[in-house]
């Protein structure tokens, strides 16, 4: 019952990383809305690996195929939408050591002791091949949205790699700098320094760590569903169940601890005839329902957790052991985590948009 | 379908501040499960305001019932467990103003702006009160907990509250210190100098936030959902769904992002027959799954969001106006959020539990 | 997880017969909607015991109270709505045999077989009583129908007991004619003919089973979720879990086996701008999903399993016994039936409504 | 949300006739169970067009693959099994004319009405293909079953055809005497009289209904979940979402309407150690539990509503029309049905064995 997120826009992803495939199954829908194969694999391709010399250079071609739910002339029928990516380029080889030894802060042997088996190869299941589906699924939603929410905007990037921080506002952020460099960072000037600690480490067969921030732009008013399913619960959700993540905040998150009421509050204001606020310390969300204002969430990336250092470890057999990675791996997942952040983003609001238009049936 | 938390030790709760009361039914509970009011009394008294001079002086007796579910020699009985707090100290009239002045950073304006209606009275649903009901759930799964795993312990604790901060490692935090001092933090030596920072800021009509920090004890290996229902990504929602809760992280959190991964990893080794980690930066979670080390967590709270300050604000009917809250608030959350992160985090664990029980068999 | 039906609008019972009430919490429902306690109450009388010779002469007065969700002005809130009736004539004395010793055809055996405990006083939750929660959720159901589709109408009656048959067929029934009778039959003419079978079978301290039908008419088209929530499945599903309901049917039914599909199928024919069908065997639903027509279904019930008869069973201590009912029992289900098959057909329907809304924008 | 059925062991289907091919997500499968893809293709053989002459000529081969969740070594891994079945023979031009016009009795016209658009080539998300999905998770379904309930058996074959009635008594049903004719009825005597009715209507254009009986037998006590998710609430909502079925029943049905209380009732007492009931007109369940008697189901089919007779009815711009079947179809859909009765069946039950594992630690 864990590979299904979403109350009334249900995701369903399965796969491993070298099974047939990694797929997604999208139910509940909207008909009508245009969707191609060409609009999930624009957002394939920003995930996939190989894309420069800072990410893994293994060469997954991660075409998409859509097996269901959507005509022949482009447009969802209502019905589930299945997609799903052949897997291609698996050496299982460079895995065999990992069949009998736990590689350190990886879920082999957590996969053990839950399930007392595991597929061993490539990671199995805790592959990061696994987001495939949520990228997939995210694109479904993103058309969704651009349907009902036409000017809502979901927009991430690297802000931290390491101790390299790039510290351009929200809302001076714009797509097509961050596109426009391999680290996904939101401030070109930054984008070399990143790279540089990138490529550093993984000289030295180490990996880094960082930070993604998101903002959703345009978002309306009145999504989040009170009590538990409040619109950063959600969002954290979401967010803490991608691969490496460690920490997620919303608007001022842990800084909220040094700054007294008065400061953390935000005025109200009248302007254009909508109710705004001065400040964003709520990062958009109030009482767990969007304001209006931008959406500002961050998360921590832990550095990559395959490096090509020996390491401590014990065996399946609970025998000491070392391990040194050999697969293709990321030095630093940041860059590809860019747009599966994006993904799950979309993948909470276009169901709290039709939670909220299910239970007050208009969405503001 | 938002007051529900839970998949099968699920959780539905009820109420505004000012209705008849605050409730909450808990089904799927195991039966045989010794369970007396008095355990749920106990956890309220925890949560209840006027505990000392750091919270609100409002009287709050919050004496539980059990209405259902449990049988007169104090046994679940495998039904629905229906417990409930008549709402009694309520003074509508110190809420006037807000009848139709929405307060900054509170729920008033979201409110109306996803229901076209709102409960103005005390905050209504968004209201802290509504917490009661996760308490008087968690002291159920905490109950179910002490049945199935016995040695598992859950324990939170104030480790920050404005600027002023309590070091300890969290494997020497200590129940009877955390309950000794009135922040409820775990050093009792920065105890005072906590409770001075609070009431200086009451004293200026202000408020302060802070970090509650949780660590779950001797939790099995095993649990958590791959993929979307990650142990960290079910604590996280938990703790993002508490009122003033504005960041999440778990194990090395934030602090993620400046660590190599050489020496962020988790070296494994055997002691006792065990496989153990060296160190914990997993925070005891590794591909989403509990891997039996200690379960570290980390939650910002925003200051008190109702200050005796004026501030800048709007009416309901869009004008520009100006409040200064007048209600008895606590100028800092934190002391009495520790009861409500420890019962959100038994809520997931026992979810955990049932959920590893129903597809693995059993609880390692 | 047992006790929560519906997907958006979300109704959790809770309670025992014995124990301190009976209760409901109904979640994702509308905002301002009017609904006020009397409206509760008016559907709650209909299903009380005491109404007529035919029922039980137990006095339950099912006086209900609502405790949250409700504005003072008598508009929904669009929070959870908690609604409970206390347990007040409860002769647990009645009851004491039961207390070690398996009533025939009752959940008795089965209950301590699943949980191992049993609250044995008057059911406990197997009680018929528990059905005051769904009828009191249908009232909201009601309510939020009567805003969102007001030409809708639901509409039960007793179509049979024991061997004595109403013919109406089911356009010409109406609800000012199966309110008049003791019996909720829909012809006057069969009533008397249905009360003596009833008083005789009581008479006898025997009981009497019997079919309930239920009519939607003017229920839009387009209701209902291909392919396991076809509106037909959900349908089945609510009124199999009511009670004593042994079979559900809708249009033809299981006289569907005898008509070769020629004479089986509905033309489609134009009428007043509207697609509509000639017969109706589809009973209002085709491929899971309503047509327009009316929504026509059946439901069978046994007779009542308490009886004044001396019957063979066994104890909780697997010994042979012997049984007599004492309690206050109806000797035919059927007329208290009528308004819970109401109410279970109007929470199928609102979610439904609610559920289009969502993933279609509109409901036609 | 409507292409997902079950709480704990949850089966996601997708899937048109005409589009990529038709499959199934089953999320929660306990891990370690032994699975191969011919386990699953036997199940899929019973349930395939073209099997004799009383089924469709088409030739769907129906090859399943496995895509995830099972090891190398043919073991659950207790991750999502996906599984599918490519489209193949499917000849779009035999429905050309169903493009614009509504099939009497079929989905087109109500799939229209919710979703605005629909699959019109072989029924789209309708057609009966939809049901290899079911079939194949059934398969799954029945491996985990013989691992926690190895005694368990469901067996389902056709009891009425047209006006032809199999007489045999349910516990004297055997599976082999069921596979060994054509019809799939329970006593071989009147297999030949029930295919020369299906033929017969054939040779006319016409169709047959009937009845399908289903028993489980030896399953253990306490399955089922009080109040809305009674043992023969979740079956009758499992087999009810079949195509075409119409009615259902549990022990005495419809019957029971006409046996008096006294004679109702199922005595209690005790053999073998184990408490047993005289009769069984509760069909093994009481109060939505399971007593560990026979459980007995009988669903209503109705005639295929594909025939080659002409039928009136309107096109999608609501004119007039005729349409006359062109496809090539089965005139009776009993035969095939049964391996679809059974997989529901399995699909029931295996959840709620995870389910009571869930609550209650043990399965009876």
Redesign the interface.
Known sequence: ?????G??F?V?????SH?????V?V??????VPLTVETVADELVRRRPGQSQLTTPRRERDTP?????V?DEG?T??????I?VRNTDARSSSYDEMQHT?R????D???D???????WAGG???SAR?TIGRVAAGAVAKAVLAQ?CPQLQVLAWVE????VCCQLPAREVESCVVESNPVRTADAAVADQMQRAIIE?RS????????VACVVRQAP??????????L??????????I?A??????????????????R???????SG?R?R??SN???G????????EDILM?L????????A?E????TDE???ATLRGKGRHDPCVLPRAVPIVEAMARLVLVDHV????????IV?
């Open positions: 019952m864990s590979s299904t997120f109350q009334v249900r369903t992803t399965w796969g491993e099974g047939g495939g990694i797929g199954v139910d509940g829908c909207p008909p009508r195929e859509i097996l269901s739910g005509s447009e029928l209502g019905t589930p939408i299945a799903w736990y350190p802060s990886h879920a042997y957590t996969y002791a839950k399930y007392g088996i595991r597929a199995g299941r805790a696994e009902i931290q790699v390491g101790d480490a030295k067969g180490d990996s880094l760590g960082g930070v008013a009145g999504l989040g569903d009170p009590v538990f399913d409040k950063e619960a959600t969002l954290g959700h979401a967010m803490l169940s691969p993540c460690k920490g997620f905040e919303v608007g001022s998150g842990f800084r909220a601890a040094l700054i007294p009421g008065s953390h509050n935000d005025a109200f204001y009248m005839g109710v606020t001065r310390n709520s990062g969300i109030q009482g767990g329902i969007s304001n209006g961050r921590a990336f832990k550095p990559t957790a395959t490096i250092l390491q401590e470890t014990v609970h025998h000491a039709l939670r909220q238009r299910a239970q007050c049936g503001c």
